[in-house]
């Protein structure tokens, strides 16, 4: 399409709607809302790029989008700061529309009418063959207007349940507890309603139909105007479209009417988003501590020690005590040619000792080197404390054989 | 100069060569995990020179540097011959290799543990998926930061008395075993063991023999034994309670839920932990898995009146942990597992309902007229090639088609 020359700038007043011009170009929006558009147009993008992963976080496609915006607390960050934007651009929009309505009387045209059901029905039976063109729309087709009713509904219902979910401990003052997953039904339910739309509807009659430029130029063609909004250019043709001069008395006094709305509006937003950014404090840094009993903590008979405590000896003999214990605990090593020429097995023996003489001093269990021996302790066939403790007294006694 | 025989030279060769290859042959058999042809050889049916001293039960020695730890030397012959290693007929040199028949046997320690550690590597001969695994665990990692007192093959087998623990039918453990595994575990985490004792698992393996509850390994496996303290564990552990608690086949039999997992990934909670164990399984997240709601050994049922979330006040104080400002109504906001129904969380039910006729009540219309429209441009592109070129020439005339 040739770039044509834009129209020269016009009187603030008159900049709000189309004017018969002689120039091939017809103005469809200002400045204003081109970046409503725009900032509109980011911020959901953004919205639905960390929003719809939310939803689905088993997709392969989540796990990308998420993985390039680094974890799912970033897209959480971005998805509540683009909510901000989002929240801020519909305040500018609500501040606007009032304007254009009670400051310039502006028409309102993009209210959906019964004009528009006809329109459907004409073009339903353009489509069949049964007409001959598509119906005449005005300013705004009921594709558009559909479109923008869509999104204000939208918005208003992402806001208030994006609201709920952001700040669940205050929403919970004045809702039953039901109403949080009810807000994040309602959330994701419309989310998904709000971009299939978008791509169904919107990026089709602006971008595949047609791709219309005029909501980032701000101009349409006359032959655009032709296609897209006949009825319009028709009016605008007929000179019905110019828009009355006001007085400037006129025009002082509706901005004075309109300026106490713009104040509640302006306070009432800037107190939502004052709370809305950082209000509530929905959860603390907690640190579930797991498993919190003492991970190592044996049992005290982890390694039970076969220690018989042996009771005391009816007789301190050889025969009844001293033999059968040393039997026990020294023949292995001690027995006939036992180490060190040591035999444990009989008594005679026992008394005789070893090759270095012998190792059981009769009343002297102190200088007896048996007893020695095994109080150091560490000898293979150590014998237990009152095992010993017998061993000295059976000594100290004159090492009695019977 | 002195002429050697070739004969010489080609017997010193291969003597050399003999020598070389008994040298570097390995000195023990490959090991096999469980074929016992390497164990044959150790088969030996003459332990009596060994039983000759091992078998008093008051053989002991005073080790240690201050002599002051008591070492029982005793093994009992009978029980070893019930344990499966007895019942194979391994004889005692068949694990006690480098033995040398002197007092103590050329074995240096300067403790009881020292001497168990140094002998814990014999397992691995026959032994070796077992042990390998072993090193991956949380014991192994403890022994190598000093803790020596963490858990080895024999601390939980024993040395002398080691047990069939499966069926070699069917691969599944005995259901003695399965009683067994906590009072192993018990020995060195008796705190832990007296939590899952009393915990709703813990009272019906204890009580009951029942099959279906976990026990200590079905949770933290065995001789691969995890980090259960690890960011990792941490965001895997939802997986390893829905092993059992998504099975219908188990959870049937007591009407629990198998929805639990997808009810908790479909949560806010859920959710994150979903997205952090597939993206970032190492980082540490605050958001509640289930044990931290549910307890971790001490896992109670949910009806109990002290501990159970189905007791509103419960649930309250759970939330209160990482919500301290929650109110009462504050514990509803989680769906408690369910899926919303009429009966159940209505409001919820009602719009999920609404949406899913509200979503194809308004996108269908719209595809459809925008099917039509492109449709009839189609039709249009090739049936009247020239129309809309026509058109265009009559507006730029500026004839107005307006009715």
């Known amino acids: 399409m040739n770039k044509l020359p834009k129209m020269p700038r016009l009187a603030r007043r008159d900049r709000k709607r189309p004017v018969v011009q002689p120039q091939p170009e017809y103005k469809r929006f200002d400045l204003l809302q081109r970046s409503e558009h725009i900032l509109f147009l980011l911020s959901f993008t953004l919205l639905a790029l960390t929003g719809l992963p939310q939803k689905f976080p088993l997709s392969p496609i989540s796990d990308w989008i998420f993985g390039m915006l680094g974890g799912v607390e970033t897209a959480r960050a971005i998805h509540h700061l683009s909510a901000i934007a989002m929240i801020i651009m519909s305040t500018v929009h609500i501040l606007e529309v009032p304007y254009r309505l009670i400051v310039f009387r502006t028409p309102i045209t993009m209210i959906p009418w019964l004009d528009d059901v006809r329109h459907v029905w004409d073009d339903i039976l353009y489509y069949l063959g049964f007409r001959k063109h598509k119906a005449y729309y ?14 204000i509904w939208g918005t208003v219902v992402m806001a208030i349940t994006g609201f709920m979910m952001w700040n669940p401990i205050t929403t919970l003052k004045f809702l039953p507890g039901e109403a949080i997953p009810a807000a994040k039904a309602a959330h994701g339910g419309e ?22 430029k005029s909501m980032f130029t701000g101009y349409m063609s006359r032959e655009e105007m032709h296609h897209e909004h006949p009825a319009e250019l028709a009016a605008i043709d007929e000179g019905k479209k110019v828009a009355p001069k006001i007085p400037l008395k006129t025009l002082t006094l509706r901005r004075l009417m309109y300026l106490p709305f713009a104040g509640v509006t302006l306070a009432a937003a800037g107190f939502a988003l004052f709370y809305l950014v950082d209000y509530e404090n929905t959860a603390i840094n907690y640190a579930p501590p797991g498993e919190t009993a003492k991970v190592f903590a044996p049992l005290p008979t982890q390694t039970p020690l076969p220690t018989q405590a042996v009771p005391t000896p009816a007789a301190l003999t050889w025969t009844s005590f001293v033999g059968p214990l040393l039997q026990q605990k020294c023949t292995v090593c001690h027995g006939v040619n036992g180490v060190a020429g040591l035999n444990l097995t009989t008594y005679s023996d026992a008394m005789k000792g070893a090759t270095t003489g012998p190792v059981i001093v009769s009343n002297d269990a102190a200088n007896s080197l048996l007893y020695q021996i095994q109080s150091a302790g560490g000898h293979p066939g150590q014998l237990q404390a009152n095992e010993l403790e017998f061993i000295k007294q059976w000594i100290d006694a004159g090492a009695p054989e019977n | 100069m002195i002429r050697i025989h070739p004969f010489i030279k080609i017997a010193g060769l291969a003597t050399l060569l003999l020598i070389l290859g008994v040298s570097i042959h390995p000195v023990k058999a490959a090991p096999t995990s469980q074929v016992p042809t390497a164990q044959k050889a150790l088969i030996n049916p003459d332990d009596s020179a060994c039983l000759a001293c091992h078998q008093n039960p008051n053989f002991n020695i005073t080790i240690g540097i201050q002599q002051k730890e008591t070492l029982s030397l005793f093994v009992d012959p009978s029980k070893f011959q019930h344990s499966v290693h007895g019942e194979i007929g391994i004889s005692c040199i068949g694990c006690h290799e480098g033995f040398k028949p002197e007092a103590g046997h050329g074995m240096v320690y300067g403790s009881h543990r020292e001497l168990t550690l140094r002998m814990n590597t014999i ?9 390998d695994q072993e090193k991956d665990s949380v014991h192994a990692a403890a022994r190598a930061a000093g803790k020596l007192e963490a858990a080895i093959c024999t601390d939980c087998h024993t040395a002398h008395e080691v047990q069939r623990l499966k ?14 595994i906590p009072l192993t ?12 004792r009393n915990s709703v698992h813990g009272i019906a393996l204890t009580d009951g023999n029942n099959p279906d ?16 303290t690890t960011a990792k564990f941490r965001l895997d552990s939802p997986m390893l309670c829905a092993k059992c608690h998504t099975n219908p086949a188990i959870m049937d039999k007591y009407g629990i839920s198998t929805q639990v997992l997808n009810t ?31 307890g971790v050994h001490d896992i109670t049922n949910v009806n109990d009146p002290q501990k159970g979330l189905t007791i509103k006040q419960n649930l309250l104080k759970k939330c209160q942990r990482c919500h301290p400002n929650a109110n009462t109504n504050f514990p509803d906001a989680w769906l408690s597992h369910y899926i919303p129904s009429p009966q159940k969380y209505p409001i919820v039910y009602y719009i999920n309902l609404f949406y899913t006729f509200f ?3 308004i996108l269908l219309p719209m595809a459809v007229l925008v099917l039509m429209d492109f449709g009839r441009a189609m039709v249009n592109k090739f049936t009247k090639p020239h129309s809309k070129k026509k058109i265009f020439y009559h507006t730029s005339d500026g004839e107005d088609h307006h009715e």
């Open chain 2, 264 to 294: 908790y990934v479909a949560d806010f909670h859920g959710t994150t932990v979903t997205i952090f164990e597939k993206l970032s399984p190492d980082s540490v997240t605050n958001k509640p898995v289930c044990y931290d709601c549910h």
């Open chain 2, 167 to 180: 069926d070699p039918k069917t691969g599944q453990l005995f259901p003695t075993t399965r009683i067994w």
């Open chain 1, 191 to 212: 989310a998904l309603l709000a971009v299939l739309a978008i791509i169904i509807w919107h990026f089709y009659h602006v971008h595949i139909k047609m791709f219309n």
């Open chain 2, 185 to 196: 575990c018990q020995k060195c985490h008796s705190t832990i063991y007296e939590k899952y």
């Open chain 1, 138 to 151: 005005g300013r705004y087709s009921y594709a558009e207007k559909m479109e923008y009713l869509s999104l």
């Open chain 2, 123 to 131: 397992c691995a001969n026959c032994h070796q998926k077992q042990s």
């Open chain 2, 213 to 228: 509850v976990p026990t200590c390994i079905d949770c933290h496996g065995v001789h691969i034994i995890e980090d259960p």
């Open chain 2, 359 to 361: 979503i194809p009540g």
